[in-house]
């Protein structure tokens, strides 16, 4: 039987699912590593993110923005992806952010070449962290990856993971229906238990023994998919895995902030993680509490358009 933990092919810096900006000369450059980082997504699924950066780095300032104007992102056009995308970096950038993560799996499949190109701070994905732990964690070569269907027909988890390793086999399956299940907040119903089985099916039959869940709404229903694959197959959570990609680049661009967590006046405590959305701020507010390991005290609406 052939081994599948060898050392994975090295990815250029400049290809596209790692695609970050390294010391480009230009004035708007943040170089300062108490600016905040920029995170976005579609709508709520990016919080499952910002829980592990707020985790992984608690002396860190967010600025998050959810598009729930506009979701769900799986469903749109790439050409729209990119559009919207531009737009968010550009309201992003209007609160001095030091980086930005698109906490989206379609939108990093659609939208990090150009989100990065046009940018002077390090711009991530959640692709990439996640393909690599999957090809390192498999033990048969058999790698199940479920999203969106936009995700899913990008086809960017198969030819991340074959660049790194072409012996792998890849299967996909698109799993729509459990983004409006977390987002009614049926986290343990037998609802979500019910269609978890019938779509994991498919790649029970396969023998994936590592399976990516490759849209940032999936972790917040990881017991119910672990228990339908079973204990043998590996979950890879890109939120998890991502957070340390973050504070790997940042700590690589001398951007990580080191200052004490309770640093500042009270003031600028209050306003360490700041939320924005496009449309239905009270219902963002209320899921964030759920999920979040910090209180959220405020979330702002904003026209999105405007930018």
Same mark, same amino acid.
């Given at each position: 039987?052939?081994?599948?933990?060898?050392?994975?092919?090295?990815?250029?810096?400049?290809?596209?699912?790692?695609?970050?900006?390294?010391? =480009?000369?230009?004035?708007?450059?943040?170089?300062?590593?108490?600016?905040?980082?920029?995170?976005?997504?579609?709508?709520?699924?990016?919080?499952?993110?910002?829980?592990?950066?707020?985790?992984?780095?608690? /002396?860190?300032?967010?600025?998050?923005?959810?598009?729930?104007?506009?979701?769900?992102? &799986?469903?749109?056009?790439?050409?729209?992806?990119?559009?919207?995308?531009?737009?968010?970096?550009?309201?992003?950038?209007?609160?001095?952010?030091?980086?930005?993560?698109?906490?989206? /799996?379609?939108?990093?499949?659609?939208?990090?070449?150009?989100?990065?190109?046009?940018?002077?701070?390090?711009?991530?994905?959640?692709?990439?962290?996640?393909?690599?732990?999957?090809?390192?964690? #498999?033990? /048969? &070569?058999?790698?199940?990856?479920?999203?969106?269907?936009?995700?899913?027909?990008?086809?960017? $988890? =198969?030819?991340?993971?074959?660049?790194?390793?072409?012996?792998?086999?890849?299967?996909?399956?698109?799993?729509?229906?459990?983004?409006?299940?977390?987002?009614?907040?049926?986290?343990?119903?037998?609802?979500?238990?019910?269609?978890?089985?019938?779509?994991?099916?498919?790649?029970?039959?396969? $023998?994936?023994?590592?399976?990516?869940?490759?849209?940032?709404?999936?972790?917040?229903?990881?017991?119910?998919?672990?228990?339908?694959?079973?204990?043998?197959?590996?979950?890879?959570?890109?939120?998890?895995?991502?957070?340390?990609?973050?504070?790997?680049?940042?700590?690589?661009?001398?951007?990580?902030?080191?200052?004490?967590?309770?640093?500042?006046?009270?003031?600028?405590?209050?306003?360490? $993680?700041?939320?924005?959305?496009?449309?239905?701020?009270? /219902?963002?507010?209320?899921?964030?509490?759920?999920?979040?390991?910090?209180?959220?005290?405020? #979330?702002?609406?904003?026209?999105?358009?405007?930018?």
């Amino acid at each position: 039987m052939a081994s599948y933990n060898t050392p994975v092919r090295p990815i250029p810096e400049q290809d596209p699912v790692k695609l970050y900006v390294m010391h =480009r000369d230009s004035m708007g450059f943040v170089r300062d590593p108490s600016a905040p980082i920029g995170i976005f997504d579609s709508g709520i699924g990016g919080l499952t993110v910002t829980r592990e950066i707020m985790r992984a780095m608690p /002396n860190e300032r967010l600025v998050y923005f959810g598009d729930t104007a506009r979701l769900p992102y &799986g469903a749109k056009s790439p050409e729209t992806v990119v559009r919207f995308s531009r737009q968010i970096v550009r309201f992003l950038r209007t609160k001095g952010v030091k980086a930005v993560v698109i906490a989206c /799996n379609t939108a990093s499949s659609h939208a990090l070449e150009t989100l990065a190109a046009e940018s002077d701070v390090p711009v991530v994905g959640v692709i990439y962290a996640a393909a690599l732990t999957a090809v390192q964690s #498999t033990r /048969n &070569g058999r790698v199940g990856i479920i999203g969106t269907r936009g995700t899913v027909t990008s086809e960017i $988890y =198969r030819q991340v993971i074959h660049q790194m390793n072409p012996e792998l086999q890849v299967f996909q399956k698109a799993c729509p229906l459990f983004v409006p299940l977390v987002e009614e907040g049926m986290f343990h119903d037998s609802v979500t238990e019910e269609i978890a089985s019938r779509y994991l099916q498919e790649l029970k039959e396969k $023998y994936v023994d590592t399976l990516v869940l490759g849209c940032t709404h999936y972790p917040l229903i990881r017991s119910t998919i672990q228990r339908v694959m079973g204990d043998s197959v590996t979950l890879v959570n890109p939120a998890y895995e991502t957070a340390r990609e973050v504070k790997e680049i940042l700590g690589h661009e001398g951007l990580l902030n080191t200052a004490a967590a309770d640093a500042g006046s009270p003031q600028e405590q209050s306003r360490k $993680y700041r939320f924005y959305v496009s449309d239905l701020a009270a /219902n963002f507010r209320d899921f964030a509490a759920a999920i979040l390991p910090e209180e959220v005290k405020d #979330t702002e609406k904003i026209d999105i358009e405007a930018y």
